[in-house]
């Protein structure tokens, strides 16, 4: 199984801040690498795809970089909605794995 | 959009089936998956289901208890949980997988399975 790690596990921020957790993949994942924020008692939401594409609908704050095993995840400027949980996650092969997330809070 | 239903209280070894309502785009078109949140934790992939239903994988930590399965005239998606553990006690998303990337672009709310006695 492909084992992620992200780092930091959380983080302290304010609005404007800019922003980069980094996640990790045991194996390569080539470019099946996405990125996903979570918000108390909302349903998850797909931020980026295939390592830097960006979903519809997600402000260009938000990027991705990386290669193999290495990735990252930058917001340029801290918005107030942005201040939730990201996770990133696998998706080379099953069992299709997630980190165990980022935590930014103010 | 997908809307989950079917969660509740249930005892350790029972069983429950959870739903998934989906509209709004071509079902058959998409595979689909299962991923739980446990309260405090991380996301957890559960199962998947090609488009047709006959390919399904799962996490090592349910096969042999949970079935995936999908009801393509219906736009449904279904969770057959059996055996049922307190750690299987968690929130319970449908989410669509994304062709090419499989990424999972759109997400139900949830539906809540507690397992206690």
């Known amino acids: 199984d492909i084992q992620m790690t992200q780092s930091p596990s959380s983080l302290s921020a304010s609005v404007g801040d800019r922003v980069t957790i980094t996640c990790r993949a045991s194996e390569s994942v080539k470019t099946y690498l996405n990125w996903y924020r979570v918000k108390p008692g909302k349903a998850p939401e797909l931020l980026i795809y295939a390592v830097s594409t960006l979903e519809t609908g997600v402000p260009s704050r938000f990027s991705g970089s990386g290669t193999g095993t290495d990735f990252t995840l930058t917001i340029s400027s801290l918005q107030p909605e942005d201040f939730a949980t990201y996770y990133c996650q696998q998706s080379h092969s099953n069992p299709l794995t997630f980190g165990p997330g980022t935590k930014v809070d103010i | 959009q997908v809307l989950e239903s079917g969660g509740g209280l249930v005892q350790p070894g029972g069983s429950l089936r959870l739903s998934c309502a989906a509209s709004g785009f071509s079902f058959s078109d998409y595979w689909m998956s299962w991923v739980r949140q446990a309260a405090g934790k991380g996301l957890e992939w559960v199962a998947n289901?090609?488009?047709?239903?006959?390919?399904?994988n799962y996490v090592d930590s349910v096969k042999g208890r949970f079935t995936i399965s999908r009801d393509n005239a219906d736009n449904s998606l279904y969770l057959q949980m059996n055996s049922l553990r307190v750690e299987d006690t968690a929130l319970y998303h449908c989410?669509?997988?994304?062709?090419?990337?499989?990424?999972?672009?759109?997400w139900g709310q949830g539906t809540l399975v507690t397992v206690s006695s």
């Open positions: 289901t090609n488009k047709d239903g006959s390919a399904k």
């Open positions: 989410a669509r997988v994304a062709d090419g990337s499989g990424s999972f672009d759109y």
